[in-house]
Nanobody, 125 residues
Framework: QLQLVESGGGLVQPGGSLRLSCAAS????????IGWFRQAPGKEREGVSC????????NYADSVKGRFTIARDNAKNTVFLQMNSLKPEDTAVYYC??????????????????WGQGTQVTVSS
């Protein structure tokens, strides 16, 4: 059974940093595109970033470019999302997801078949 577990969320002040982890069990992350999504109260789920299984190429939402970095550690079967210069508008539940047979340039939720339970990120002073 494919399972993804996010961790690393929490409360941080504006300008601070967090590193989210997405650990997989039951399958090898290296063969899947991995996406990070977030959902704030009353808003739709939006894509944050994606890393491809083959080339390791990455894509980011315009709102996080230059601040967030996605990376994978295949030995640990984990994907990370380093978030720097956090802003209050980054507050949301963050989810990781795994999918195959699409390009990360098209990382919409419907392309991902396995999802984690989410981790809360709150940016507030």
């Amino acid at each position: 059974q494919l399972q993804l577990v996010e961790s690393g969320g929490g409360l941080v002040q504006p300008g601070g940093s967090l590193r989210l982890s997405c650990a997989a069990s039951g399958f090898s992350l290296e063969y899947y595109n991995i996406g990070w999504f977030r959902q704030a109260p009353g808003k739709e789920r939006e894509g944050v970033s994606c890393i491809s299984s083959s080339s390791g190429s990455t894509n980011y939402a315009d709102s996080v470019k230059g601040r967030f970095t996605i990376a994978r550690d295949n030995a640990k079967n984990t994907v990370f999302l380093q978030m720097n210069s956090l802003k209050p508008e980054d507050t949301a539940v963050y989810y990781c997801a795994a999918g195959r047979s699409f390009y990360c340039t098209d990382y919409v939720p419907r392309n991902f078949g396995s999802w984690g339970q989410g981790t809360q990120v709150t940016v507030s002073s």
